[in-house]
């Protein structure tokens, strides 16, 4: 006996093979950089507001600011990582084969900001800021052991921030601001079409049968949020900073599409009573379609809050110390799901992928030096802790893990009124090993509560050797 009753859906139903959605707002998306003159003390320098880029960091800052001032700058994050797998697994428990991943990072990446800050009169300032948040791009290939996790993934994001601050006084002083995020999210990943319908379809399935389908899902949105800073000055050369940046919701929009030319074979039906599907050949890619026509998608997300405190001290004319701790909420971020519109009565599952993040926590330190007239050095020094818990929560789209700053940074003083900022990051990852499971089966139904669900199966297994180099330039010039 082939199979047990057979009905139309079972023989038309392909490889209901995954698309595990992009695990939006990790550490590991966060920028990490919106300003060139930050990134020179490890990002220590809220406090500090010495120029727009405070609009980022505490829009109280902006209450420091004379006149009307701008710094533009352009950070290039160069990315160093390594993937050895450990025995990758598909849904049958057998290896995925393939390989490591080559080079899967991009050799460099560029992101730019925009401050603008103007002084009102003596209680109110305004500012604009333009930065990147979020970023990621890695790719894979199509051969990759780990391939039915991802493929690629492109994330994109802008955020518009325009801001005020009001000076109550000498010592107090309070900023707010509004934020309009954009984001666009592209996400591949190869489908397990071949262990599909030998799980669905058995011995019908012959050996000649064999290739990997891709998904692919897009999306985009616009979101909202807010920020509120507050600045106190204990003197001239003391004053400490608490900043509040707020979540912004999204949704995520756009299209799922599913391609199946590269499954190879042809699947042979016999007569079986009951079975409305007539006897013949079909061709294995066309049933592994079956379940999966192109159709709308969405994904809801909702980046993470941050509060920040920070301090500074000007030591004399020549030392000043500076430091920020920075807690950020991602354990909110607990499962992401994206769900698929019904098409021509088809109606796919949830495409989810587990999290189970955690609040993390930044410590930064940092010291500027006037070494002359012109030149003003920075260093700076921080740790960063990652919202991954486990090795069973590392998804191959954010092989995050616990990281260490060195930054060293430089202001070059070009006229009366403009400058120039260089910074120089180097942000080295905890090694870190990744094992884990798709939650579904490529036949649609998730083997542990049985639910309706849209993926792969099988275990990525590997370990991660990851650094960063981060190289900034920014210019400054006040009107």
């Not at 352009?74 to 995925?96: K, M």
């Not at 390989?99 to 209680?123: E, W």
């Amino acid at each position: 006996m082939l199979l047990k009753p057979l009905n139309l859906s079972l023989l038309v139903i392909g490889a209901a093979c995954g698309l595990s959605p992009l695990p939006l707002m990790a550490a590991g998306y966060q920028f990490g950089s919106q300003s060139v003159a930050g990134q020179g003390t490890a990002h220590a320098n809220g406090a500090e507001a010495n120029d727009p880029s405070t609009i980022f960091t505490n829009p109280a800052g902006l209450s420091r600011l004379d006149g009307t001032q701008f710094s533009g700058g352009l950070t290039l994050v160069v990315p160093h990582s390594d993937y050895t797998d450990h025995g990758s697994t598909n849904i049958l428990g057998q290896p995925t084969g393939g390989s490591d991943g080559g080079r899967f990072a991009p050799r460099v990446v560029a992101a730019p900001s925009l401050y603008l800050s103007s002084k009102i009169n003596n209680q109110i300032n305004v500012g604009l800021g333009v930065f990147v948040p979020y970023g990621a791009k890695l790719d894979y290939g199509f051969d990759w052991t780990g391939r039915y996790a991802l493929k690629s993934i492109n994330l994109q994001t802008i955020n518009i921030n325009p801001s005020m601050s009001f000076k109550l006084n000498e010592q107090h002083s309070f900023g707010f601001g509004v934020s309009a995020q954009y984001m666009d999210a592209n996400l591949q990943q190869m489908a397990d079409a071949t262990s599909g319908l030998r799980l669905k379809l058995g011995p019908l399935v012959g050996p000649g049968v064999s290739g990997d389908g891709l998904a692919e899902i897009k999306g985009d949105d616009w979101g909202f949020g807010w920020n509120i800073g507050y600045l106190f000055e204990l003197n001239k050369g003391t004053r400490f900073g608490l900043a509040y940046r707020s979540s912004i919701k999204q949704s995520l929009t756009g299209t799922s599409t599913w391609t199946f030319n590269n499954v190879t074979g042809n699947i042979v039906v016999p007569a079986i009573p009951g079975v409305t599907l007539p006897p013949g050949t079909y061709p294995a890619s066309a049933l592994a379609k079956g379940n999966h026509p192109n159709a709308s998608s969405t994904v809801d997300v909702t980046t993470p809050e941050s509060f920040s405190a920070n301090a500074f001290h000007q030591l004399n004319s020549k030392w000043a110390l500076m430091g920020d701790l920075t807690w950020t909420g991602h354990s909110k971020l607990d499962k992401i799901d994206i769900q698929q519109s019904t098409v021509n009565g088809v109606a796919q599952g949830d495409m989810v992928i587990h999290q189970n993040w955690r609040d993390t926590w930044r410590v930064s330190l940092g010291a500027n030096y006037q070494y002359s007239d012109a030149w003003l050095l920075r260093g700076g020094l921080a740790w960063e802790q990652s919202p991954v818990r486990s090795d069973d929560d590392r998804h191959p789209a954010i092989p995050d893990a616990n990281r260490l700053w060195l930054s060293a940074g430089a202001n070059y003083k070009l006229t009366k009124n403009s400058s120039l900022d260089l910074a120089y990051s180097f942000i080295n990852f905890t090694n870190a090993s990744t094992n884990y499971t798709d939650g579904c089966s490529p036949v649609g139904v998730s083997p542990t509560t049985k639910a309706s669900c849209t993926g792969n199966g099988g275990t990525v297994r590997g370990s991660y050797k990851t650094y960063l180099q981060l190289l900034g330039v920014q210019y400054n010039h006040r009107f």
